[in-house]
């Protein structure tokens, strides 16, 4: 039995139904495109792999260095074009620009509801809520004058602000609008610091998530964010966690685990060709995708992930840090099986991949003819 | 029987084995005597293999390149410790017990091996990763004992709590261990006392030849120079030991041994200083000998130099076809292919030697002999089977033709040869894109395949006309560009129509014959082209690049709006960039898909000439007055441009007194710049809308329509307005202090301070906008560099990492060692460069299907 692909039999089920073909005839049918799918499909020990980068990477030499752009509307910027690439590839724990675009669910679906919600995961810090700030050297305390109207719109109580401001070595008070910070230690040099430090206090939202902007994407409204937090913005009321997603790929890794992470890997990446205009086949970043995450974790394209890990002592030394990778081998009496290109090509040998995969044989004459002798 | 390399074992080196293979002993830092003669016992002695011609060598009797050298030892006469292993040893301090010998772990509490895939020679999988880092542990799980405080300093001196440990103390300690406890921190490829040097290989004169200069005077290799330094600080340390020398003076020339055996090995040390050559230049170290590019293994052992290869410049010729390329005489009387002599073709051979297309014939027993005019007639007759002649390229023969950088695998394909005069290599302009080549001096490089399979792989596997469809993207990569678009698109537009006269005279023009359609006095451009496609072909359901951002849906009566092809007769639509360029052609595309790559590759030639004759037959020129546009439309460019920049001053108002609406997320400043950037930008494309919609029909308004060169923003910049020049995507703001030239005051953010060009090419630029204009290709260039260089390594890592990824014959993509990584191939099994843009366009195959 030849399974096709499954989205190829649902294009022959809604083709023979809007044309009213009989069972018989889309058995023809079905019977024709497997024929079609097999001619179409790779031919055995065809180097997939070279191609797929290949096929990566020669676009980007067409791609643009230090590109920002306003995803939505206008507003938030993330980072694309070639650094985003190699940021995807590098499987850097924290991107550049993390940004997260927040569904909402249907029930929640108002504008001012979403307002509401986007608001509250906003970060707050002091320094938000505060007009100005004094010095006083005489009792060494520094007085903070709360801007108590923006406090009121953003739904946060004075009164536990003091327990909020918690920083070392200092404690808070609150005295009418305004709140007085008093270090512990009686130490005028480190006054400066604790003044600013007060002032990174978290007040409210979710830490790092630096800017929120509310759009409407398709008939719906979303909320585009600059910082990432999956976890905690899950936990909200109304966000809907199916669609939610971060451009972190270890966030989504530790939060929606490899499957995610992978499924991530090919939309960031695809998206940034898609940005530039780059036309690459979805194929290519899959099998890269799988290449990164085959192991159960994300590990980046290069000397510290995959090529780093190679099963072959040739290839690993070819790449980079040819002496580390020769002695550890002697030491740990590593043996290679020159099964792979690279290692064939350093012997002189013709490597097992396309042609070279196979061997003639010939049936040779057991014994010459006899005028030929 | 050809025999193969199956495995490669890597372990460390013993002495004993070290002085089974040793052919000499070494004993003296001479290298020469007085007449010049290698010292026996020296580092260049003769039974270490050779290197001068004709001369033999004195173990194996074999000459230059036969004789594979022979190893020599150094008997050390205090152990020195190898500096490429000094973590290992240092681990190895740590772990094992100094009393009873034993690796310190409990049992069951062994660290996991971080790799999980490692082959060992024992196959005992690693407990503990020697590679990484090791806490000694207190005490000995076994015997109790309290261990004492390790350190390491760089580069190769170890203490025990404050006590020097020498590498006498390390490897006594070490041969004590067994090996069964070795295998617990996977140490398996010999002795850990091994990496205390006692004998010292001293490596064949073959892997470090000396070169004679001018004047006879010898110049030696850095390992040389090297070992003359071992060998001489060692005699001296023997001869002080052995005259009973004070302590000190031992160790510091035991020290020294141990620092000209530690450069010897890696040059690059932490904590040593650079062993540097008489004339200052640091010697090359053995590490230093294969790392990096140039270096053994990337230089050499990956990039192989070959023979039977040739590079000249390219250049244009339209009359070959696409899979042939031009081989200039003078090349292709020196590329040669073997020719091998049998009973039936000895004629053949005969006459390539009479006819001087044959450089070299070579005998059965190994001789080759140069084909002069002299000996020809001799060779032709003792010329019998089994002979080879090395006959000289012909037209015909299958060679590789190559651009560097090779980015993809269409950068080097297999072409025909067509020899021909003058001294470069010509190409069809149409594999121009494959190979991103131009004819502004590139060089090209072509190389000629010596055996059977070669060829054949070749012309099958890497055939143009088999790499029509990209694997990219399931698109063609060679297709029709610049002029033979232009013309076909010209000649394919409703309003063209050819008398019988004329049409004769485009075919020839083209260079083929072709049959017109009887009976008519006038064809039609359309029926023209209908000449190039077979019978039976048909496509349809796209629009014109002409017609390319028209939104109406519905088919119109335009006969030249949306292509129509049936039973090989275009019947409505101009074709152009989007039927037959690379990268968009449709056409070429189906061409490829429905008939066969050479029906393809014969259209492409075609259809190539055909455009470049029809230009040539109508005429083809733009000149600067084709930029002007009519009066009010110059009036109304100005206008726009005008408003735009009003606008802009109007918000720079609104900033200073306050009142410009700040956007979300950005502070004053920066919603200013956006807005100003704006309002300039839809400036600029209003003016572009004008620019459009009324130029009059000319040839560079032709070019931008057919997609062959230019677009709507460059005739603009040409006929109305530049726009505003960016660094970093932003306005131009580097410069003075709050200005960017010293001719404008500070603070002024008007659009002309801060680089709008509001004049367009044709104007001309006044001096400040000429200034913004190169900035801004300045920015160009360095980002160009900076990003080749980025993609390049990027590129580099990609191909290492799914480099041994290939698809096995049920269908799984695997790595070389078995490892499955997708269980179907793209998840569909579906080979992009055998789709239709990533499909397998089963609808439009099944007509066909239906039809047979």
Redesign the interface.
Same mark, same amino acid.
């Given at each position: 039995m030849y399974n096709l692909p499954t989205k190829i039999q649902e294009e022959i089920l809604k083709y023979t139904e809007e044309n009213k073909i009989s069972e018989k005839q889309q058995q023809q049918i079905i019977d024709a495109v497997t024929k079609i799918h097999k001619m179409s499909t790779y031919d055995p020990q065809e180097p997939m792999g070279v191609v797929a980068a290949q096929s990566i990477s020669e676009p980007a030499t067409q791609m643009t260095m230090r590109t920002y752009h306003f995803a939505g509307t206008a507003g938030i910027q993330v980072t694309l074009g070639l650094p985003r690439v190699l940021e995807i590839f590098d499987a850097r724990k924290e991107p550049r620009t993390p940004t997260m675009t927040i569904y909402i669910e249907k029930s929640h679906q108002t504008l001012d509801r979403v307002r509401k919600i986007a608001e509250n995961i906003k970060e707050v810090k002091l320094r938000d809520l505060v007009k100005s700030t004094i010095l006083d050297l005489t009792e060494l305390k520094i007085k903070y004058k709360l801007d108590l109207e923006r406090l009121h719109a953003l739904d946060v109580d004075e009164k536990k602000l003091s327990r909020l401001v918690n920083v070392r070595n200092a404690v808070a008070e609150l005295a009418g609008e305004m709140l007085h910070v008093i270090p512990k230690k009686k130490d005028i040099t480190n006054i400066h610091k604790i003044k600013f430090g007060v002032l990174e206090a978290h007040v409210k939202g979710i830490k790092g998530i630096t800017q929120v902007l509310v759009t409407k994407e398709e008939g719906e409204w979303v909320i585009n964010t600059l910082g990432s937090n999956l976890k905690k913005v899950f936990e909200i009321e109304g966000v809907d966690a199916t669609r939610t997603t971060s451009n972190n790929i270890f966030e989504i890794l530790d939060v929606l685990g490899v499957e995610a992470a992978r499924n991530a890997i090919i939309k960031q990446t695809r998206f940034t060709l898609d940005e530039q205009g780059l036309v690459v086949d979805p194929r290519y970043i899959m099998l890269l995708a799988d290449m990164m995450t085959t192991e159960g974790n994300v590990k980046a394209i290069g000397r510290y992930g995959i090529s780093g890990e190679k099963d072959s002592v040739l290839v690993r030394a070819s790449f980079e840090e040819t002496k580390k990778h020769l002695t550890s081998a002697a030491i740990h009496g590593e043996c290679d099986l020159l099964k792979g290109t690279i290692e064939n090509i350093m012997v002189n040998q013709v490597a097992p991949v396309g042609t070279g995969a196979f061997d003639l044989v010939g049936k040779i004459p057991q014994q010459l003819p006899e005028e030929e002798k | 029987m050809v025999y193969?390399?199956? +495995?490669?074992?890597?372990?460390?080196l013993s002495p004993d084995v070290v002085k089974n293979l040793a052919r000499v002993r070494v004993v003296t830092a001479d290298l020469y005597d007085a007449d010049g003669y290698p010292v026996e016992g020296g580092v260049m002695d003769p039974r270490l293999g050779v290197i001068d011609p004709g001369l033999h060598c004195r173990t194996c009797g074999g000459g230059i390149g036969d004789c594979p050298g022979h190893l020599g030892y150094l008997e050390l006469a205090k152990p020195v410790i190898n500096v490429?292993?000094t973590k #290992?040893v240092y681990q190895l301090l740590k772990m094992v017990c100094r009393k009873c010998q034993k690796v310190m772990v409990e049992e069951g509490k062994e660290r996991k091996s971080k790799?999980k895939?490692?082959?060992?020679? !024992?196959d005992v999988e690693?407990n503990i990763d020697? *590679?990484s880092v090791i806490v000694q542990p207190a005490t000995c799980p076994f015997c109790k004992t309290k261990s004492k405080k390790i350190t390491f300093v760089k580069p190769y001196t170890y203490y025990e709590e404050k006590k020097e440990l020498s590498p006498m103390d390390i490897r006594e300690r070490f041969e004590k261990v067994s090996d069964k406890e070795l295998t617990k921190v996977?140490?398996?490829?010999?002795r850990p006392e091994w990496l205390i040097l006692t004998l010292f290989p001293v490596p064949p004169v073959t892997m470090r030849p000396s070169i004679t200069l001018e004047g006879g005077e010898r110049s030696e290799d850095d390992l040389t120079h090297k070992l003359v330094d071992i060998v001489r600080i060692n005699q001296s340390l023997k001869e002080n030991i052995d005259i009973g020398a004070p302590e000190f003076i031992l160790n510091d020339l035991w020290e020294l041994v141990q620092y000209h055996i530690s450069t010897y090995f890696?040059n690059e040390l932490t904590g040593a200083p650079l062993a540097r050559h008489r004339s200052g230049r640091a010697l090359k170290g053995l590490?230093q000998r294969?790392?990096?590019k140039e270096?053994r293994?990337?230089g050499n052992?990956?990039g192989?130099r070959v023979n039977f290869s040739a590079r000249t410049v390219i250049s244009p010729d339209p009359r070959l076809s696409i899979n042939e390329v031009g081989v200039p005489e003078s090349i292709a009387q020196e590329l040669t292919l073997p020719f091998y002599v049998t009973t039936k073709n000895v004629k053949e051979a005969q006459r390539l030697i009479r006819n001087q297309k044959a450089n070299y014939v070579i005998r059965p027993d190994g001789r080759r002999i140069k084909i002069t005019e002299e000996n020809k007639t001799e060779i032709v007759q003792n010329l019998i089977e089994g002979w080879i002649v090395e006959r000289q390229l012909e037209n015909g023969d299958v060679v590789l033709y190559n651009r560097q950088p090779s980015?993809?695998?269409m950068s080097i394909m297999a072409h025909r040869v067509r020899v021909m005069p003058y001294q470069t290599f010509r190409m069809n302009p149409s594999v121009c894109f494959p190979y991103n080549a131009d004819f502004d001096g590139d060089e090209m490089n072509v190389h000629v395949p010596q055996t059977e399979e070669a060829r054949v +792989?070749a012309a099958m596997?890497m055939a143009v006309e088999n790499n029509l469809i990209s694997?990219?993207?399931?698109?063609p990569v060679i297709g029709l560009d610049l002029d033979q678009i232009s013309g076909i698109a010209l000649l394919t537009k409703a309003e063209t129509k050819l008398s019988r006269r004329d049409a004769t005279l485009l075919f020839g023009l083209a260079g083929f014959a072709m049959e017109l359609p009887a009976g008519k006095e006038e064809l039609t451009g359309k029926e023209l082209f209908s000449l190039l496609l077979p019978e039976d072909f048909a496509i349809s359901g796209y629009r014109s690049n002409f017609y390319k951002n028209r939104k109406i849906e519905k088919k119109g009566e335009d006969p030249d709006e949306w292509i129509e092809i049936k039973d090989g007769k275009l019947i409505s639509g101009i074709i152009d960039k989007q039927s037959v360029a690379a990268e968009n052609g449709k056409l070429i595309q189906k061409l490829e898909r429905m008939t066969n790559p050479t029906t393809a590759k014969m259209f492409i030639d075609r259809a190539g000439r055909l455009g470049a004759a029809y230009l040539m037959l109508r005429g083809f020129s733009l000149s600067i007055a084709d930029l002007d546009l009519p009066p009010e439309a110059q009036t109304k460019t100005r206008e726009e441009i005008q408003k735009a920049e009003e606008e802009a001053n109007q918000l720079i108002v609104q900033y200073q007194t306050k009142e410009l609406t700040t956007?979300?997320?950005?502070t004053r400043k920066e919603s200013l710049e @956006?807005q100003i950037m704006n309002a300039l930008a839809s400036g600029v494309s209003r003016a572009s809308d004008v620019v459009e919609t009324s130029m009059k029909p000319n040839d560079i308004r032709n070019m931008y329509l057919a997609g062959s060169k230019g677009s709507v923003i460059t005739t603009t910049q040409m006929a109305a307005v530049v726009g505003q020049e960016t660094i970093?995507?932003k306005r131009i703001k580097r410069g003075y202090q709050k200005r960017t030239l010293a001719h404008y005051k500070e603070g002024d953010l008007t659009p002309g301070a801060h680089g709008f060009v509001a004049h367009s090419f044709k104007q001309g630029l006044d001096p400040f906008e000429m200034m913004w204009n190169i900035m801004n290709g300045r920015e160009g260039l360095m980002?160009k560099s900076?990003?080749?260089r980025?993609?390049?390594y990027?590129?580099r890592?990609?191909?290492? @990492?799914?480099?041994?990824?290939? #698809?096995?014959?049920d269908?799984t993509?695997r790595? @070389?060692?078995g490892?499955i990584?997708?269980f179907t @191939?793209? +998840?569909?099994?579906? *080979?992009? !460069?055998? !789709?239709d843009w990533?499909t397998?366009a089963?609808?439009d195959?099944?007509d066909m299907?239906v039809k047979e």
């Open positions: - | 193969r390399i199956s +495995e490669l074992h890597f372990s460390l490429l292993y #290992v790799r895939h490692k082959i060992t020679i !024992s690693a020697l *590679d996977g140490f398996n490829g010999g890696d590490i294969l790392k990096a270096g293994l990337r052992l990956l192989k980015l993809h695998r +792989e596997l694997p990219r993207f399931g698109g956007l979300p997320g950005m @956006a970093l995507g980002d900076l990003r080749t980025k993609s390049g990027m590129q890592r990609l191909i290492n @990492a799914l480099q041994d990824l290939k #698809v096995m014959h269908g993509v790595n @070389a060692h490892r990584i997708q @191939a793209g +998840e569909d099994g579906i *080979d992009p !460069s055998k !789709s990533g397998i089963w609808k195959r099944l299907m």
